[in-house]
Structure formats: structure tokens, C-alpha cells
């Protein structure tokens, strides 16, 4: 029934709208970071000098190992959960430039790493629970 697929649809577009605002506030957060570690170094002394970009190394690193067993923590914690702390990680790194610090800058990029790998996994396991047969076969373009 046409009430049955509503629901589902809503959720997804949540979903969508949700992770764009994540997404978008990591990609400038990431975009500015060395500028910030810049302006942060004139102003408390403390030598952030390239660690912007090793933070981006270090995100990615863990993110591509971490893709291998992202589905045995989505698994063991759910999707919806899995999503929602991961999300929070994002947040929390995001927030982290506020008030820069060398340790919270190496283990937000750890910790990001993590939540990266198992966000993706969670999303596409959320995105299959939402849909059914008609939902997966239905094609949107010409």
C-alpha cells in the first residue's frame, strides 16, 4: 500500500538531509583546518605546524582499515546506533577547533577515522532495512 512506502521514504530523506549537514560541516572543518592550527599556533605558542594535514592522513588511514570491520560493529550495535554515535564523533571533531589542543587533535583524528568507516557501513545497512523490492528495483532517472 501507498501508506506502507510513506514512511520508509521519510525516513531516508531524514536520513539524506541529516548526513549533509554532517558531511558538510566535516568537509569545511577539513577544508580550514590548517588555517585554524595557523591562527591557533600565533596565538597559544603551541607548534601545530602540518598538523592539519596529519590529521587528514591520520582520518583516513584508520578510516581505510577500519572499513573492514565496520560491519561486525554495526552488527553487534544496530544501525540507528551505530549512526548516531558515529555522528556525534563528527560533531565532537568539528567542535574540537574551538579550542585546539595537540591530544584532542590526534585522537578526534583517530576516533573520526572510526566513526567514518562505521557511519558508511551503518548507512547502507539503514538504507536496506528502509526499502523493499519494489523500492530497489524502482529506477528515479530516464
Known amino acids: 500500500s501507498k501508506a506502507g512506502m510513506g514512511r520508509p521514504l521519510i525516513t531516508i530523506v531524514i536520513l539524506s538531509l541529516s548526513f549533509m549537514l554532517v558531511f558538510t560541516a566535516f568537509q569545511t572543518t577539513g577544508m580550514l583546518e590548517e588555517s585554524v592550527l595557523e591562527a591557533a599556533q600565533r596565538e597559544t605558542g603551541q607548534d601545530f605546524t602540518g598538523y592539519g594535514y596529519r590529521s587528514l592522513s591520520f582520518i583516513y588511514l584508520v578510516f581505510a582499515v577500519l572499513n573492514w570491520i565496520s560491519p ?71
Open 72 to 142: 561486525i560493529i554495526v552488527t553487534v550495535f544496530g544501525a540507528k546506533v551505530s549512526m548516531t554515535v558515529s555522528a556525534l564523533v563528527y560533531n565532537a571533531f568539528c567542535t574540537s577547533f574551538l579550542c585546539p589542543a595537540l591530544w584532542s587533535l590526534c585522537l578526534g583524528s583517530v576516533l573520526l577515522g572510526i566513526a567514518a568507516a562505521v557511519i558508511g557501513t551503518a548507512q547502507g545497512v539503514f538504507v536496506t532495512q528502509n526499502s523493499n523490492s519494489k523500492t530497489m528495483r524502482q529506477k528515479f532517472l530516464p
